[in-house]
């Protein structure tokens, strides 16, 4: 079985953080699904353009999981800090081979359960306090461990290329930059 990066939606996400990402790693031809946490397939994003998720949480499994992705955008990051299943995922996922991939107001969730503790971190200008125990960077990603952040929109491109290269290598992430004309 191949293992799958899920990736959570609520409304409120940032678009560009949570859609570049998705393009990215199925770029890399890894198993990704996105997963809505609001109950409806459909979710509308911080600029109303409206996603249908390939699944509702409550009908996932959550087997030979690779990755866990939160996009940014609010009041999406928030909604999926209040989600309790999911916060369970990501304390049950924390200190293992699976990477927990947060940007932009997302990695609040981190830092608000103890994910962060001892770790670097970065994540969009004024939620820095939300980063319980971390070292803050000012960087546009962050990789540290299992743990990668992203400082927002802008960084969506590299944070979604700095994952494909942890989940599928460099040789696949230089090969979907040379794709995509990021270092031509």
């Known amino acids: 079985m191949k293992k799958t990066t899920y990736l959570f939606l609520a409304d409120g996400f940032e678009e560009s953080e ?42 996932c499994k959550f087997e030979q999981v690779q990755a866990l992705v939160l996009p940014g955008g ?34 609040m ?6 994910l962060l503790e001892g770790k670097q971190a970065v994540a969009y200008p004024g939620f820095e306090s939300y980063l319980k125990g971390a070292t803050i960077k000012n ?10 952040t992203g400082k ?12 494909a290269q942890k989940l599928a290598g460099k040789e696949v992430a230089d090969e979907i930059k040379l794709g995509m004309c990021v270092e031509c």
């Open 18 to 59: 949570a859609l570049t990402t998705v393009d990215v790693l199925r770029r890399a031809n890894l198993n990704v699904q996105t997963v809505s946490v609001t109950g409806d397939l459909i979710v509308r994003g911080a600029h109303q353009i409206m996603v249908i998720a390939d699944a509702l949480f409550e009908d």
């Open 152 to 163: 927002g929109p802008a960084a969506s491109l590299p944070f979604a290329l700095a994952l």
């Open 74 to 107: 609010m009041p999406g990051a928030e909604t999926l800090g209040k989600h309790q299943g999911l916060v369970d995922l990501l304390k049950q996922h924390n200190n293992t081979t699976t990477v927990l991939a947060a940007i932009c107001a997302a990695p």
């Open 139 to 148: 960087e546009l990603v962050v990789v540290d461990g299992n743990i990668l």
């Open 109 to 114: 969730v981190l830092g608000q359960n103890g």
